[in-house]
């Protein structure tokens, strides 16, 4: 599983965000996957993320 199928989901579910527990659920990949490609994506900011109330967690969103 590689960042490619991360950035596919969120591109085919563009008007929704997602927490890295939903998208790892959907895509039936490990919570730590999804969670380091995630991060690779929002380095590069190929992606659009933002924080929750809860300290450290992020909403993803494909990059409009």
Known sequence: MGQQ???NFLKKNSSKWF????IS????????SVTNCLKK????KAITFKETN???QFKYRFKR
């Open 19 to 22: 927490l890295s527990k939903e």
């Open 41 to 44: 994506l929002r380095e590069t």
């Open 54 to 56: 809860r300290k450290n």
């Open 5 to 7: 199928e991360v950035y």
């Open 25 to 32: 659920v959907k895509l039936g990949v490990s919570i730590g």
